[in-house]
Each structure stands twice: as C-alpha cells, then as structure tokens.
C-alpha cells in the first residue's frame, strides 16, 4: 500500500509536468486537442489525489504502524473518528490533503469554465498545475506521506495523537481552512492567465467570483471553528489570541473580503480593474504565505511552528507569485485603465474604496505586527515578543471604521448622493443607533469603555441599515405582489440573492463584532484555590466547589469537579469540569506514572452559554499529592517485573517468550497494574485536594458565534446558483406577467 | 476644480495618511514590543526586582506542582543553561515539558518569579507528535491500557 501511495505522488508529480505543457503548448499553437488534455490532466490529478488520500486514511484506520506518519499520530486506542482526523495532524499527510483539495476545486473550476475562457483557461490550467506540482512535490520528497519503516522494525503501537487536538473541530477546522486556501489559487490563476492573454475583460472575474466567495466563506467559517476550538479546548478562555498562525489564515480572509466588495465597482461601472487583480494576487500569495509560515518554522520565538525544512521552497514560490504578479500587472497597466472615474467621493463607489483601503491597511497592520519579531531581529539583533498591545491600537480604530462604513455603504446610491437622498436614507437608522446607544449607557455600566459603546453605536446602526433594506424592498415587492410578507421577503431575497445575501453577512459582521467588543471589554477573570466546600465569587456569581469527581477508561484518567453557581442566591447553573491525563509513552514515567503524566493532559471546561452571557470555567487538578504513591506504585512493578525478566533471561533465547508471557500472566501483573492505578486515581476522591480554578463571565460571546453563523448563511445565500433557487415558471403564463409588469 | 489638481490632492491626502499610518506602526511595534531573552541572557542581565521575559524550551523531567505553585526549568538555545522558574496562576493547556513557552518573571533576588497569568505556550496544532510520545519506551512495556474497576 505504501508503494502504491509513493507511485501516485510520483504518477502525480508526472501530470503536473504533462498538464503544464499541454496546456501551455496547446494555448501558444491553437491546438484544441492539447488544451482538452491539459484540462483533463488536472481531472486525471484530482482522481489519483483522492486515492492516495484514501490510502493514507485506510492505513490510519487499520492501524499500519509501518507507516511513520500512522507511528506517530494514531495509536490503538484512539477512536475511530480521530484516526480519521490525524492524517491532517501531521505535516506529510496535510501536504497530501492539500494537493488533494486543490486539485478536487481545480477540476471543478475548469469543468464549469470549459466552454468559456476558452483563451484564458489553459494558462490557468497551467497555473494551477504548477502550484499544485509543488505540493505534490513537497509530498513527494521532503515530507512522504507513505515512508515507511520496515515491517519487523515496525512499532507494536503508535504514539498517538496529542490529546489537545482529540475535539471535534478537528474534523472540520483543518479541513475547512485547507479548503478556503486551495479555492484561492482559482482567482488567483485565472487573473495571471487573463493578465497574460490580456484578455481582462469582466468575462475571468464573473466566472472565478463565486469561487473567491466559497474561498472567503470557508476560510472564514474555518477561523472561526478554531477560535471556537481555542475557547473551548485550550483551557485559557480566549476565543482569539493574535498568534502568528490565526493571523497567517486572517489576512487572506481580509484581502478576500475587499475583493468581493471592490469587484461590484468594476462589474458596475469599469473602475477599480488594477486594484482588483492586486487584490487577487494579494490574497492568493497571502494563502500561501500563511502555510509558508505555519510550516516553514521561521519565526524562532514563541510564534514557532515546529521546525522544518520547507522554509526555503515556500520562499522561493513565494517570490516567483510576487514577481510574476507585479510584473504582470505593470506589463498591463494600460488594459487595467478605469473607464470611469469616481464622481464624487460621497457616493456609493467611494465607500467601497475607502473599506478596501480600511480592510488593506488592517492588513498591512497584522503582517507587520506578526513578522516583527523577524524585523526586529534582522535590525537589532535581538528577538522582540510582540502580542495584543501592539495590535490593539490599529485594529480597534479600524474596526469601529470599518464598521461605521459597513453601515454607510448600503444607503449611499451610486455615483452621487443627494442630501434628500441622505436624509431619506439615513434617519431610521441612525435613530436606532441612537436609541440602542442610550439604552445601553443607561441600563448597564457600559460608559466606562467609550470604544466598545461606539462599537454598540455602529454595530446597531448597520443592523439598522440592513433592517430598512429588507424592509423597504419587502414592501415593494408587496405593493406589487400583494404577497404576505414572508413570501415577499423570501421572493426578495431569491431575486437578488448577491445583493441580500450581502446585507445578511453585514448583519452577521454587526453581530459578531458587537460580541467581540462586549466579551473583550466587559469581561471578568478570577482565579481561586478551593477545596471542596469552599467558595469564591466573581461579578456577582457565586461559584461553590462541591465535590471532586474521577473517571479511569482506557484513553484517559479524569479527575474534575462539580461546580454550584448561584446569583443573589438563587440557583443558575451545575458544572462539571475536568482535567484528563492521556497515558504517555515516556520510560521515565514508570510503569504508574505513564498514566498520571502532566504532559500529556487536556481540560474539559465547564460552561454555560446563554444569549447575554458565559460563565466559564477550568479546574487544573493537582496529582502532586498522589506523587508519593506513584512513585511507591513504580518501585514495586518495576521491581516484580525487573525480577520476571532476570528469571526470563537464564532460559534459552527460544523459550524466553513463552516465558516471559506466562510469567506476566502468572503474576497478574498487568491486572494488578490496572487495580493500582484505580486505587491510586481513587484517592483523589477521598482526600480533599485543593484544585486550581479559573472562572470568567463574559457578555455576549454566543453573539460571536451566532454573528459567524449568519455571516456563513449570507456568504451561502450569495453562493447558490440562480437555478437552484429559481421558481419554475409556465411559459403559457408569461403574457400575463409583463401584462402584470406593465401595469404597476 | 480642475479634475487633475482634484487627483493629486487626493493622492497627497491618501500618501500623507499612509505615511502617517506606517510612521505609527513603527512607533508602536518598537514601543510595544518588549525583548525576549533566552535561559543564558536572563542570567546575565537580571537585576534584582528587573522584569523580564524569559523564552525557551521547558526542560524535561523539571516540571512539578507544588500546592497551587508550578515549578519548571527553561532551557537556553544550547540546552547548556537553565532557569528555573516559580509560576503560580493559569496553566495553558498545551504546556507540558519539551515546548517552546514565554513566560514573564521577576528577579526576586536571584530567584525568578512568574507573574501571574504570563505563561503562554506554542500552539499545539503544528505538526508536531504528542508530547513525550517519540521518547524511548525501552525497559518499560507499555501493556494493556487500564479498565475502571
């Protein structure tokens, strides 16, 4: 099965090269034949990609240790469903899930673009056959999924997979960033293919902007899955951390989301070509930048991502994109001339171009920021630690802009406004804004973070906006429908689902970062000792310890805590968190203390998630006092055992196993192993150990989540093609209806 | 206005306020960020009652708990020097021997205090087998995994 899986990659790293030149030489001689073989080539790679993912995973599945990668992510005992999740664990195997993505979205692209871009796909398909062909050749010779040991020398079982990545999101999070990465290289291919036939027209931008939006729409949802991960996996209460590898997935997400808003300038009025193919290149180099940095190992600090050795062709494809792309472009520039120009700059045209100018300066803000460590060590020689205080002041500023405009946009019309224009548009919404503003300040103690009301200000004036556009256009839909307004609002939105499912992600952006703005200013920390019986409070919640609790399965040893919260006396909610000791696999441990290994622990948090608040909490249970016992528990199995191998050792080598087997089966000792463990584990019950809390309430970060959620609906509303939503229509009634038209 | 006087007011107003920008992120990066020194730097620029930010590798076998204080070893680049470090306060997660960490201490006379809350840790999801798992395993037969009894 390895062979196989080493004579795929090599099969693949052949149609790279194949593809690459017949589409190239297809294109360059009109040759139809070539071309059609070029594209079938990427076909031909998304097939192969798949079977050697499958490989992987069914070597994951049945536990085949002769496989290095299998050794060192999976192990006997993990469940089936993570078996399924570690090929993306490892280097090797992400590598391999990458090229098959990319290659599945390629095939699809060129599918759907084969009777059009009849100029441009062929260059594209070389484009992305070459980024592929790296990929596959990383897979191939720096980092082989299917390298082997051989199979005498092969491990009797794995070393398993790190306990913190044991959560579901595991099975989405990777996938769904991959995915969002790999549709990038779609626009980004077609734009170097359009800007090297120098056809550029609107014909490339309409066809790969649905591809640009799945792109954003995933990446997206994949950031936010792992700040979910992070918030509930990672036992420190955060959602987001500004770690170089979110930062590396963020920037693309930001870049993307200014394309998608810039492209309606040009579609519309012909303005904006070469910030639109900047913007493209920018997110595509940006995709791989962000993997550079994850796999490369380059930032030497606490941002380090596991030391490699693909720094140096990461860099080097790196710089092909930003070469060939910047030279493209000026070799272009008279084609990429607007055709308009901006009328006035209170116009609709004009919001959009200062959110890409807000959105690329963000971006800018978080390059710098995360690769200043880097900088700084190239110009003083000394490594600097960079974190929130140096992102704050330019991203918090920026978004509450952002915001303000995210609101604007929408009301302003195109070309011109006018101040009846203005004032039509702008009274209910800023009203709202007004309202919600004063309602706040006076019901809570919010005033004394002036940034997060003007968060809540502008948050509620964009909820505004999008709730008088879908009022409005609901009600002229009804006047000439004379549906109910649920038939109306939804005929609405399929009719112009671009355009609502616009408004739909503006509301989940409002949403979301009005979550954001409450959990990071509003939140309350507290960190106790207790022993059961004790209690602490924190903003007014009270949290009693109630008792320890302790659970021995075969994955995991979890010693916990059940936790009373109560409010002014009256019972809110019972929790339940835990910490679980995963057994390692360090001879050091000894025969006890492998299961009892502070390394290899992950906590289960206790939470209670409701509309206006979290109450979160983390118990670091301490095994110090179990200490003594572990290690008396050691001496004694490993004496009887030391004793069972001395006996063992004076017979013949060829019945030294037999021996050795029944004189472990004689002893019991590995029954007696499992009681000691129970015993010892049993003791966290009876004795009344102090635990380590951590307890934060936090306001609306379930706004954080629902926000993303509707973010994800507007990005899919947008992302349906029109048939699927489309009424089916009698012909025989089509009189009637332009009858109907006329007459309104 | 003449459009093109228009223009180039607007490119001066765009230039000027990127400038400003960029001159900003210099300042707040250099003022922001704060050195981070290694187990041998420490040793040699400690002062007592100086504040620091200690990063490196947490040296294996140096990490215990003692009531609600964790105490741990960070190792210099050459792994020729270390530190040992007091922490009390929130543990992450993926903390465990043998990772990459930062934590801020005080010089207490020689003896170095974590301030509370300072520990942060790699990320755990980079590629990288789970902690202690590729360690030798001889002389010790990991046997069969542990049923509740």
Same mark, same amino acid.
């Given at each position: 099965?390895?062979?196989?899986?080493r004579?795929?990659?090599?099969?693949?790293?052949g149609v790279?090269?194949?593809g690459?030149?017949?589409?190239?030489?297809?294109a360059?001689s009109?040759?139809q034949?070539?071309?059609?073989s070029g594209r079938?080539?990427?076909?031909a790679?998304a097939?192969l990609?798949?079977?050697?993912?499958?490989?992987l995973?069914?070597?994951?599945?049945r536990?085949?240790?002769?496989?290095?990668?299998?050794?060192?992510?999976?192990?006997?005992?993990?469940?089936?469903?993570?078996?399924l999740?570690a090929p993306w664990?490892s280097?090797?195997?992400?590598?391999l899930?990458w090229?098959?993505?990319?290659?599945?979205?390629?095939?699809?692209?060129?599918y759907?673009t084969?009777?059009?871009?009849?100029?441009?796909a062929?260059?594209a398909t070389?484009?992305?056959l070459g980024?592929?062909?790296f990929?596959?050749s990383l897979?191939?010779?720096?980092?082989n999924p299917?390298?082997t040991v051989?199979?005498?020398?092969?491990?009797?079982?794995?070393a398993?997979?790190?306990p913190?990545?044991?959560?579901?999101?595991?099975?989405?999070?990777?996938?769904?960033l991959?995915?969002?990465?790999?549709?990038?290289?779609?626009?980004?291919?077609?734009?170097?293919?359009?800007?090297i036939?120098?056809k550029l027209?609107?014909?490339?931008i309409?066809?790969t902007?649905?591809?640009?939006?799945?792109a954003w729409?995933?990446l997206?949802?994949?950031i936010?899955?792992?700040a979910?991960?992070?918030?509930?996996e990672?036992?420190?209460?955060g959602?987001?951390g500004?770690?170089?590898?979110?930062?590396?997935?963020?920037m693309?997400?930001?870049?993307c989301?200014a394309?998608?808003?810039s492209?309606?300038?040009?579609e519309?009025?012909?303005?904006l070509k070469?910030?639109?193919?900047?913007?493209?290149?920018l997110?595509?180099?940006?995709?791989?930048?962000g993997t550079?940095l994850?796999?490369s190992?380059v930032?030497?600090?606490i941002h380090?991502?596991?030391?490699?050795t693909?720094g140096?062709p990461f860099v080097?494809?790196l710089?092909?994109?930003?070469?060939t792309?910047?030279?493209?472009v000026?070799?272009r520039r008279?084609?990429?001339?607007s055709e308009?120009?901006?009328?006035s700059l209170?116009s609709?045209?004009?919001?959009?171009?200062l959110q890409?100018?807000?959105?690329?300066?963000l971006t800018?803000?978080i390059?710098?920021?995360?690769?200043?460590?880097?900088?700084?060590?190239?110009?003083?020689?000394?490594?600097v630690?960079?974190?929130?205080?140096?992102?704050?002041?330019?991203?918090?500023p920026l978004?509450?802009?952002?915001m303000?405009i995210?609101?604007i946009g929408?009301l302003?019309?195109w070309r011109r406004?006018?101040?009846?224009?203005?004032r039509?548009?702008?009274?209910y919404p800023?009203?709202?804004?007004?309202?919600?503003?004063?309602l706040?300040?006076?019901?809570?103690?919010a005033?004394?973070k002036p940034?997060a009301?003007?968060?809540?200000?502008?948050?509620?004036f964009v $909820?505004g906006?999008?709730?008088?556009e879908?009022?409005?256009?609901?009600?002229?839909?009804?006047?000439?429908?004379r549906?109910?307004?649920?038939v109306?609002?939804?005929?609405?939105v399929?009719r112009?689902?671009?355009?609502?499912?616009?408004y739909?992600a503006?509301?989940?952006?409002?949403?979301m970062? $009005?979550?954001?703005?409450?959990s990071s200013?509003?939140?309350?920390v507290?960190?106790a000792?207790?022993?059961?019986?004790?209690?602490?409070?924190?903003d007014?919640y009270?949290?009693h310890?109630v008792?320890?609790t302790?659970?021995?399965?075969?994955e995991r040893?979890?010693?916990?805590?059940?936790?009373n919260v109560?409010?002014?006396?009256?019972?809110v909610?019972?929790?339940?968190?835990?910490?679980?000791f995963y057994?390692?696999?360090?001879?050091?441990?000894g025969?006890?203390?492998q299961?009892?290994?502070?390394n290899?622990?992950?906590?289960?948090?206790?939470?209670?998630?409701g509309?206006l608040?979290?109450?979160?909490?983390?118990?670091?249970?301490?095994?110090?006092p179990?200490?003594?016992? $572990?290690n008396?528990?050691?001496?004694?199995?490993a004496?009887?055992?030391?004793a069972i191998?001395?006996?063992?050792?004076k017979?013949p080598p060829?019945?030294?196993?037999a021996?050795?087997?029944?004189?472990?089966a004689?002893?019991?000792?590995w029954?007696a192993?499992?009681l000691?463990?129970?015993?010892i584990?049993?003791?966290?019950?009876?004795h009344?150990y102090?635990?380590?809390f951590?307890?934060?309430v936090?306001?609306?970060?379930?706004?954080l989540?629902?926000?993303?959620?509707?973010i994800?609906?507007?990005?899919l509303?947008s992302?349906?093609p029109?048939?699927l939503?489309?009424?089916?229509r009698?012909p025989?009634?089509?009189p009637?209806r332009?009858a109907?038209?006329e007459?309104? | 206005?003449?459009?093109?006087?228009?223009?180039? $007011?607007?490119?001066?107003?765009?230039?000027?306020?990127a400038?400003?920008?960029?001159?900003?992120?210099?300042?707040?990066?250099?003022?922001?960020?704060?050195?981070?020194?290694?187990?041998?730097?420490?040793?040699t620029?400690a002062r007592?009652?100086?504040q620091?930010?200690?990063?490196?590798t947490?040296?294996?076998?140096?990490?215990?708990r003692?009531?609600?204080?964790l105490d741990?070893?960070?190792?210099?680049?050459?792994r020729?020097v270390?530190?040992a470090?007091a922490?009390?306060?929130?543990?992450p997660d993926?903390?465990?021997q043998?990772?990459a960490?930062m934590?801020?201490?005080?010089d207490?006379?020689?003896?170095?205090v974590?301030?509370p809350?300072?520990?942060?840790?790699?990320c755990?999801?980079?590629?990288?087998?789970?902690?202690?798992a590729?360690?030798n395993t001889?002389?010790?037969?990991?046997?069969?995994?542990v049923?509740?009894s």
């Open positions: 099965m390895a062979l196989l899986g004579a795929i990659l090599l099969l693949d790293l790279c090269l194949y690459i030149v017949a589409s190239v030489y297809g360059r009109r040759r034949d070539w071309v059609d079938r080539a990427v076909y790679l097939a990609s798949v079977i050697a993912f499958v490989l995973e069914v070597a994951f599945v536990n085949e240790f002769a496989f290095k990668v299998v050794a060192q992510t999976s192990s006997t005992t993990i469940p089936l469903f993570y078996k999740t664990s280097q090797q195997g992400s590598l899930l090229v098959t993505l990319s290659s599945v979205w390629s095939t699809l692209a060129l759907l084969q009777r059009r871009l009849r100029d441009i062929p260059y070389a484009v992305l980024m592929d062909g990929f596959v897979a191939s010779f720096a980092a299917f390298q051989p199979a005498a020398s092969a491990p009797a079982d794995g398993g997979l790190d913190l990545l044991m959560h579901p999101s595991m099975m989405f999070h990777p996938p769904m991959y995915t969002g990465y790999t549709l990038m290289a779609i626009p980004f291919a077609f734009a170097i293919a359009a800007l036939t120098g027209g609107p014909e490339w309409r066809d902007r649905r591809f640009a939006l799945a729409m995933c997206g949802f994949g936010i899955l792992g979910r991960w992070s918030y509930t990672l036992g420190w209460g959602y987001w500004w770690d170089a590898v979110e930062n590396a997935a963020l693309p997400w930001i870049v989301t394309f998608i808003h492209i309606q300038i040009q519309k009025r012909g303005m070469v910030w639109n193919v900047s913007l493209v290149m997110f595509g180099t940006l995709s791989i930048f550079f994850v796999r190992g930032l030497d600090s380090a991502f596991g030391a490699s693909l140096v080097a494809l710089m092909v994109m930003v070469l792309a910047v030279g493209l000026i070799w008279d084609q990429l001339r308009h120009r901006l009328d209170i609709r045209e004009a919001m959009f171009l890409n100018l807000i959105l690329v300066a800018f803000v390059f710098w920021v995360t690769l200043f460590p880097l900088i700084s060590q190239a110009l003083t020689g000394t490594s630690s960079v974190g929130p205080p140096a992102f704050t002041p330019f991203v918090v978004a509450l802009l952002l303000l995210t609101g929408p302003i019309s406004a006018t101040v009846a224009n203005l039509k548009q702008f009274v800023v009203g709202f804004a007004v309202l919600v503003t004063l706040v300040l006076t019901l809570t103690d005033g004394r940034l009301v003007m968060m809540f200000a502008f948050g509620s $909820i906006t999008v709730a008088q879908f009022i409005r256009g609901t009600a002229a839909r009804r006047a000439l429908t549906d109910f307004w649920p109306a609002l939804a005929a609405l399929r112009n689902r671009r355009r609502y499912g616009g739909i503006h509301l989940g952006f409002a949403v970062l $009005i979550g954001v703005a409450a200013s509003f939140q309350h507290r960190q000792t207790l022993r059961p019986g004790q209690s602490v409070s924190n007014g009270v949290f310890y008792r320890p302790e659970s021995v399965g075969p040893i979890s010693f916990g805590a059940i936790l109560t409010k002014n006396g009256h019972q909610v019972r929790l339940h968190t835990m910490q679980s057994r390692a696999t360090n001879a050091a441990d025969f006890i203390g299961f009892f290994d502070g290899n622990a992950d906590s289960t948090i206790g939470l209670d998630a509309p608040r979290d109450i979160w909490s983390v118990a670091s249970a301490d095994t110090g179990l200490l003594p016992l $572990i008396r528990g050691n001496k004694v199995f004496d009887e055992y030391n191998v001395t006996q063992v050792k017979l060829a019945e030294q196993e021996a050795y087997n029944a004189a472990l004689k002893s019991n000792f029954n192993r499992s000691a463990v129970n015993e584990a049993g003791q966290y019950l009876k009344s102090p635990v380590v951590q307890f934060i936090s306001p609306l970060v379930t706004w989540w629902g926000g993303a959620l509707i994800f609906l507007g990005g509303t992302l349906i029109p048939g939503l489309a009424r089916r009698s025989a009634l089509e009637a332009v109907v038209r007459l309104a | 206005m003449d459009p093109n006087r228009k223009r180039a $007011i607007r490119l001066t107003v765009a230039l000027s306020a400038l400003l920008l960029a001159s900003a992120l210099i300042y707040v990066s250099f003022s922001a960020g704060r050195d981070e020194l290694t187990a041998s730097q420490l040793l620029k007592p009652g100086g620091y930010i200690l990063a490196g947490v040296e294996d076998g140096s990490v215990r003692v009531g609600n204080r741990f070893s960070i190792l210099s680049k050459d020729r270390a530190v470090v922490y009390t306060g929130q543990v993926p903390f465990a043998g990772r960490v934590v801020n201490v005080t207490r006379g020689g003896k170095f974590g301030q809350n300072s520990l942060t840790t790699k755990p999801s980079k590629y990288q087998a789970a902690s202690g590729l360690k001889a002389g010790v037969p990991a046997g069969p995994a049923v509740n």
